[in-house]
């Protein structure tokens, strides 16, 4: 992937991912945007390796009797990008205080 060829809602979910939210339920409540637009762009962001996942352990869950989570992070690749997105779309790169 080019780094100027990332979406807009994948520069987003990357900033979401940086700032510290690990999860796509996590994720969808901090940037506004529907599962269907958020689940398809991690696969492609993490099939890109701009991002990278691992599954809880069993009872590390917030809710224990819950599945375990898939969280994701961003790799040094990943961190490019965001930084060529940040110039592309100013508005994500701006502090949310």
Known sequence: MRKSAVSLA???????ISDGHRYGFEIMQVTGLASGTIYPALRRLEESGLIE????????????????RKHFRVTAAGK??????R??????????D
């Open 10 to 16: 994948s520069a987003i979910i990357l900033r979401a």
């Open 53 to 68: 996942s691992h599954h809880e352990e069993y009872g590390e869950s917030f809710v224990p009797e819950g599945p375990p």
């Open 80 to 85: 490019k990008v965001l930084e060529a997105a």
């Open 87 to 96: 110039e592309r779309y100013p508005l994500i790169g701006a502090r949310q």
